[in-house]
């Protein structure tokens, strides 16, 4: 009897902690990207007024964030100074790298994208390509918390109830 | 005994099947929680056809039917 109490009880706790956890998934998204275009217009104005290099005006750029998005960047960052290698390169490996990031493809693209324009070009050009990132991840951003409205919820009953209906189910 | 046990587990998995409708419906996906009703009728039928089976063969040993 106090074997199947037991028993249940750990199967209810498993349920609803992966279901907690596919939830903080999808709340998180929104948050990263928020943080990815905050750290682009910091790193616009770097480019423009500051002129800095890229590796020191990607470090500077993350002030004041903190989580994977701020060590991505870093990452980055020292992959420019430390290995010599082209801005999209060093942006494909430290996304690579990174295991905590949950973005999907859209915002990987646009990343991608901007940083194969980063470094080019002259001051009024990357402007105008960090805008167009800026929008398109507003955008993506938009559409991220809408899906974290829709399933936040849902995997949270989810996890609760799925525990439930196994214990039902076995005992 | 074993009649009253599997009919509150059959109510169970009724009442947190709804849940899951609602809950899927609420986030937009109408075809995941059509499925998961149907998922769970049909586990709900495979108990009450086991059942039904053991009421059929309680009738012909009663009648002594062959």
Redesign the interface.
């Given at each position: 009897m106090w074997l199947k109490i037991l028993g249940s009880l750990l199967v209810i706790i498993a349920s609803v902690s992966l279901g907690f956890m596919l939830a903080a998934q999808y709340a998180e998204r929104p948050r990263q990207i928020r943080q990815i275009i905050s750290c682009l217009s910091a790193l616009k104005s770097h480019i423009n007024y500051t002129a800095i290099p890229l590796p020191a005006a990607l470090v500077q750029s993350t002030g004041g964030i903190t989580g994977p998005i701020a060590e991505l960047f870093q990452a980055m960052a020292s992959l420019l100074a430390d290995n010599g290698l082209t801005p999209q390169a060093a942006l494909n490996q430290a996304l690579k790298d990174s295991n905590k990031l949950v973005l999907h493809n859209p915002e990987r693209e646009v990343l991608s994208v901007f940083s194969a324009n980063l470094g080019g070009m002259n001051r009024e050009e990357q402007h105008k390509s960090l805008d167009l990132a800026q929008e398109q991840l507003s955008r993506i951003q938009y559409e991220a918390e809408r899906l974290c409205e829709q399933n936040v919820k849902m995997y949270r009953y989810l996890g609760i109830c799925g525990g439930l209906a196994v214990v039902i189910v076995l005992v | 005994m074993m009649g009253l046990d599997i009919l509150f587990?059959i109510a169970?998995?009724g009442i947190?099947?709804s849940?899951?409708h609602t809950?899927?419906k609420?986030?937009?996906?109408e075809d995941m929680a059509h499925l998961c009703t149907l998922a769970g009728f049909a586990?709900v039928l495979l108990w009450v056809v086991q059942l039904l089976g053991r009421l059929f063969n309680t009738v012909q040993d009663v009648f002594k039917l062959f």
């Amino acid at each position: 009897m106090w074997l199947k109490i037991l028993g249940s009880l750990l199967v209810i706790i498993a349920s609803v902690s992966l279901g907690f956890m596919l939830a903080a998934q999808y709340a998180e998204r929104p948050r990263q990207i928020r943080q990815i275009i905050s750290c682009l217009s910091a790193l616009k104005s770097h480019i423009n007024y500051t002129a800095i290099p890229l590796p020191a005006a990607l470090v500077q750029s993350t002030g004041g964030i903190t989580g994977p998005i701020a060590e991505l960047f870093q990452a980055m960052a020292s992959l420019l100074a430390d290995n010599g290698l082209t801005p999209q390169a060093a942006l494909n490996q430290a996304l690579k790298d990174s295991n905590k990031l949950v973005l999907h493809n859209p915002e990987r693209e646009v990343l991608s994208v901007f940083s194969a324009n980063l470094g080019g070009m002259n001051r009024e050009e990357q402007h105008k390509s960090l805008d167009l990132a800026q929008e398109q991840l507003s955008r993506i951003q938009y559409e991220a918390e809408r899906l974290c409205e829709q399933n936040v919820k849902m995997y949270r009953y989810l996890g609760i109830c799925g525990g439930l209906a196994v214990v039902i189910v076995l005992v | 005994m074993m009649g009253l046990d599997i009919l509150f587990k059959i109510a169970g998995v009724g009442i947190l099947i709804s849940v899951f409708h609602t809950a899927l419906k609420q986030a937009g996906k109408e075809d995941m929680a059509h499925l998961c009703t149907l998922a769970g009728f049909a586990m709900v039928l495979l108990w009450v056809v086991q059942l039904l089976g053991r009421l059929f063969n309680t009738v012909q040993d009663v009648f002594k039917l062959f």
